[in-house]
């Protein structure tokens, strides 16, 4: 099994931009895609953004496409979430995860990070 490690998170101002990175504790293979969740208090988790890794095919949710970009980090096991034009909508535990299907269901993934806090103040 994989280990994600999730890093980056903060408290930021609205309009500011964040990036998050996730580090694998293996190597991740051509086939596998990594995700980005969020879950707010009180709400159900939220698909955010996938990427597969080899192809660097992406799928990103409405409510985050134009200001968010998923992308493989420099290190071979690292995803980074870059997060532009923060509002304070955005603000939520954000998870990484692993998984094989290029989805935004969080049940088909399979690995998670323990998660790190975005809050965009007004």
């Known amino acids: 099994q994989v280990q994600l490690v999730d890093t980056g998170g903060g408290l930021v101002q609205a309009g500011e931009s964040l990036r998050l990175s996730c580090a694998a504790s293996?190597?991740?293979?051509?086939?596998?895609?990594m995700a980005w969740f969020r879950q707010a208090p009180g709400k159900e988790r939220e698909f955010v953004a996938a990427?597969?890794?080899?192809?660097?095919?992406?799928l990103y949710a409405d409510s985050v496409k134009g200001r968010f970009t998923i992308s493989r980090g420099n290190a071979a096991n690292t995803a980074n979430l870059h997060m532009n034009s923060l509002t304070p909508e955005d603000t939520a535990v954000y998870y990484c995860?692993?998984?094989?299907?290029?989805?935004?269901?969080?049940?088909?993934?399979?690995?998670w990070g323990q998660g790190t806090q975005v809050t965009v103040s007004s």
């Open positions: 995860a692993r998984g094989v299907d290029l989805t935004s269901t969080p049940f088909l993934y399979r690995d």
């Open positions: 293996g190597r991740i293979f051509s086939s596998a895609v």
């Open positions: 990427i597969r890794w080899g192809v660097q095919r992406t």
